[in-house]
C-alpha cells in the first residue's frame, strides 16, 4: 500500500509517519520507484504499537523506542527482554537505593524477583507514598492486593509462553499496559457497587 | 507553629504554601499580630493531602481544587460527595456519549452503577485501546478481571461508612490514588514470578 492507505488504516498522519521512518522507529518502505514507497501489514501493526504506547499508555517518545530495540533485537532470554520492554512504561519513580520496604514486601508475598526490574522501586515509591499519606502498608493490607494480583497474573502470562521472543515483549508490553485502566476503571466501579449495594453479607 | 515550621513538617516550600494559601486550596493561618500566622495540625494534612495528589496521584491544580471544594463543602449525600471528587483523579478520557461497551461489560459483571461516574467512561475508553490493538476484551477476559478487583474492594469499603462525608472523600481519594500504583507494580511482580517459577500447576 502507499504512504496514504497506510495513514488511513492506521490513522497516523503522513508527517508522523514519516517522522517515526525518519528516528528508526518504523521501516521504510519498499522502494517501488524512486520517489514511491510500499508498506504492508506490519508497518500497519507497528503504528498501531506505537500509538497504544504513546496514547494510551502515555510513554514519552524515548521510551517508545526502548520498547520498539527490545523488540527489534530481543536479548536471548525472554525473560530479560520482558523485563527490559517493560521497564520504559510508566510510572517514572525516583530509584534512591532504598528498596527496602519494597524487598520487605515481596519477600512476605513469596516472590522471585530481580532487584533490578522497575517494578520494585515502583512499589517502593508507592509504600512511601502510603507511608507519607497515612494510609496502612501492613504486610496483611499488602497480602490482599498482592494475592488479588496473583490471581489476575494466573490469567495473563500463559499464552507468552508459545510466543518467539519478539511476539512475547510485544504481548506483555501491551497486555500490561492496557489492561491497566481495565483493572483501575473496574476497581472504582467496585466501590461504588458496594457503596450503593453495601457488603455481601448473608441475609441482606 | 510558624510557617517556617509548617514548611519544614510538610516538606512543603513557603512561596508554595502561600500560593496555596492565595488560590483558596489552604486556609489562612490565624492571625498572631498584625504580620504573623500560626498553623496548626490541619494546615499539615491539607498540604500533605495536596502532596499526594500532586505528586503521586499526578493530579492538576484545577483538579486538585475539585477535589478540595468536595472535603470543604461536601454534597450531603456520602456517594454523590465521593463519586464527584473521585471524579477528578486521572486518567482523563475523552467521553464522546458512546458507553455502551463499558455498559455491557459493567451490567455482565452484574454492577449497580451511575453512567455519569468517571469510571464508566474510563472502562470504554480502556475496552477500545484493547479493540484497537487486538487485545481480548470477550466478558470472560474482563470478568476475571472484575471479580479481582470486587476481590480488592471489598476489602477496602468497610472504613469509610463509619466517617464523616468530608473525611470519607479524603480518604475514598487517597485509598484510590494511592493504591493503584501498589496494584500495578504488585501484577508487574506477579508476572515475573509466574514466568521464573512457571505455572503453579501441583506436581512441579
Known amino acids: 500500500m502507499r504512504i496514504s492507505e497506510l495513514s488511513e488504516r492506521s490513522g497516523v498522519p503522513i508527517p508522523t509517519i514519516k517522522f517515526y521512518i525518519r528516528e528508526g522507529m518504523l521501516p521504510r518502505g519498499e522502494a517501488s520507484a524512486a520517489t514511491r514507497a510500499v508498506y504492508g501489514d506490519e508497518h500497519v501493526a507497528r503504528l498501531r504499537l506505537i500509538a497504544a504506547l504513546t496514547q494510551v499508555a502515555g510513554l514519552p517518545l524515548a521510551r517508545v523506542r526502548e520498547v520498539l530495540e527490545v523488540i527489534?533485537?530481543?536479548p536471548t532470554d525472554p525473560i530479560e527482554?520482558?523485563?527490559r520492554a517493560?521497564?520504559?512504561l510508566p510510572p517514572y519513580v525516583d530509584d534512591d537505593g532504598d528498596l527496602s520496604r519494597a524487598r520487605a514486601a515481596i519477600e512476605a508475598l513469596g516472590l522471585t524477583f530481580?532487584?533490578?526490574f522497575t517494578a520494585v522501586a515502583q512499589l517502593e515509591s508507592a509504600i512511601r507514598a502510603l507511608e507519607a499519606a497515612g494510609l496502612p502498608s501492613?504486610?496483611?493490607t499488602l497480602r490482599r492486593y498482592g494475592d488479588a494480583?496473583?490471581?489476575v497474573a494466573a490469567g495473563e502470562v500463559a499464552p507468552v509462553e508459545s510466543m518467539d521472543t519478539a511476539d512475547a515483549v510485544e504481548y506483555a508490553v501491551l497486555g500490561t499496559a492496557l489492561y491497566e485502566p481495565v483493572m483501575l476503571?473496574?476497581?472504582r466501579l467496585a466501590h461504588?457497587?458496594?457503596m450503593v449495594e453495601g457488603p455481601p453479607t448473608p441475609g441482606r
Open 86 to 88: 517493560i521497564g520504559a
Open 149 to 151: 494480583m496473583m490471581q
Open 138 to 140: 501492613d504486610p496483611e
Open 81 to 83: 527482554a520482558i523485563g
Open 114 to 116: 530481580d532487584p533490578r
Open 185 to 187: 476503571a473496574l476497581r
Open 72 to 74: 527489534d533485537a530481543p
Open 192 to 194: 461504588q457497587h458496594r
